[in-house]
C-alpha cells in the first residue's frame, strides 16, 4: 500500500515549527466549511414544521431531510478531485457561491410543497461538498505529525450544523420563513468573497496531470480508500444521520417541543464536534487504530442501552452524549488514518470517497428510522441496527485496519511521522 520513496516535504524533522501562514489558512478552511455546512443542515430543524404545515407522513419528512445529505455526499467525489487538480484557493469560493442559489431558492419560493423542497435540497447538497475542498488544503500545509490535529481542528467545522440547529426555528418564529436563508446566503457570500482574497494553497502543492476519471480509478485501487470509507460510514454516517433526525426522534419519542429538541440536537452537535480534533490529536499520539476501536465500543453500548427507550433525564441523555463524544473522535481518528496512508496526490480524490461514504451513512438511517417508526411504532430496532453495524465495524478496525497499518496504532504519532519521511504518503 505504501512504497518507499523518499519526498522533500517529509524530509523536514520531526516537530519542526508550523509557519504561521498554515494556521491562518486552517482557520479560513474552517470557518468556510462551518458556513456551508450551516447552509447544508437549514432543512433538517424545520423538518417537523414541514410535516406539520405540508401533512408529510413520516417518510416523506425522512426523504426531506436526507436528500441534501447524499447528494453533497456523492458530490464530494467530484469536488475531492477537483480540489487535488485545482487546489482549495479556487474551490472553496465556487462551492460556496454555487450554494447560495439553492438557499435562496428555499427561502424565497421553495418552501410551499415537498416538490419544491426537495428540489432544494437536492442543490442544497453542494454546500456538504466543501469537506472534500478543506482537507487536501489543510493536509498540504502541515507536516506528518501535526496533519491528525489540523485536520481534527478543521473537522470542527462540521458545528454549522449546530448553527442552523440553535438559529433556524427562532429566526422563522421571530420573523419570517425566509429570515433563516437569506442570512445564510448573506453569510455565504461574504465568506466567498474572503476566500477568493485571502486563501492560498499551500506551497509545493503536488498537482495532479492525470484525466479526472483516471485519478479516480486509481484512487479506487487503494486499499486506504474501503478502509477509510467503511468506518468513516459508521462515525460520520452516525453524526449526520442523529444530526438531521434527532429533533424528530425527540420530538416523536419523548414528546419534546420543536425548539427543545433542536436545543437538545444542537448539544449533541456541539459535543461530537469538539471531539473531532481530539480525535485527532489521539490519533497524533496513539494512533488512529486504538481511538477508532474506544469510539466504536463507545458507540455499541449507547445504541443497545438507547433502544430499550429509557427515560430521558438522566439515561438517555447519557447514551447519546457518549454517542456523540464517540462518533466526533471516531470521525477525527479516520482522517487521521486518512493521512497516514494516503499519496500526497491523491488526498481529494481519497478524502471525496471517504467523504461521500459517510454521507451516504447519514442517508439511510434516517429513513430507516422513519420507516420501522412508522410500521412499529418504536424507534428500538434503529437503534439496534446501529449497534450490530457499529460492532461490526469495531470487529473490521481490530482485524483489516490493524493490519494495514502494521500495528502503528501502538506507536506514538513521532514514530508514525518517521515512518511519513521514508514513504510515500506525505499527504
Known sequence: MVQPLRSKRDSSPSGAPVPGRAWLMLTLATIGFAVNFWAWALLSPLGPRFKDSLGLSSFEQSLLVAVPVVVGSLGRIPVGALTDRFGGRVMFPIVSVTTIVPVLHLGLAGHSSLAALLVGGFFLGIGGTAFAVGVPLVNAWFPPERRGLAIGVFGAGMGGTA??????????????????????????????????????????????????????????????????????????????????????????????????????????VLLAVAMR???????????????LTGSLAVVVAGAVVQSFTPALAPV?????????????????????????????????????????????????????????????????????????????????????????VHGDDRAPRAALGRRHRTARTTV
Not at 379 to 394: E, K
Open 163 to 268: 448553527i442552523s440547529a440553535l438559529t433556524t426555528v427562532r429566526l422563522v418564529d421571530a420573523n419570517s420563513m425566509a429570515s433563516p436563508f437569506l442570512i445564510t446566503a448573506a453569510v455565504l457570500a461574504v465568506y466567498a468573497v474572503a476566500a477568493a482574497l485571502l486563501l492560498r494553497d499551500a506551497p509545493g502543492r503536488t498537482v495532479p496531470t492525470e484525466p479526472l476519471v483516471r485519478r479516480l480509478a486509481a484512487t479506487a485501487r487503494l486499499g486506504i480508500t474501503w478502509q477509510a470509507s467503511a468506518l468513516y460510514a459508521v462515525a460520520f454516517g452516525g453524526y449526520v444521520a442523529f444530526s438531521v433526525y434527532l429533533p424528530t426522534y425527540l420530538k416523536t419519542g419523548y414528546g419534546l417541543t420543536q425548539a427543545d429538541a433542536a436545543n437538545r440536537m444542537a448539544g449533541f
Open 277 to 291: 480534533p481530539v480525535g485527532g490529536w489521539l490519533s497524533d499520539r496513539m494512533g488512529p487504530v486504538r481511538v
Open 316 to 404: 438517555g441523555t447519557i447514551a447519546f452524549l457518549s454517542m456523540a463524544a464517540a462518533l466526533g473522535a471516531g470521525s477525527g481518528a479516520t482522517f487521521a488514518l486518512v493521512a497516514l496512508l494516503t499519496p500526497a496526490n491523491q488526498v481529494g480524490s481519497v478524502t471525496g470517497v471517504v467523504g461521500a461514504a459517510g454521507g451516504l451513512g447519514g442517508f439511510l438511517p434516517p429513513l430507516v428510522m422513519g420507516s420501522l417508526y412508522g410500521a412499529y411504532g418504536t424507534y428500538a430496532a434503529g437503534l439496534v441496527l446501529l449497534a450490530i453495524v457499529a460492532a461490526s465495524a469495531l470487529a473490521y478496525t481490530l482485524t483489516g485496519v490493524r493490519s494495514a
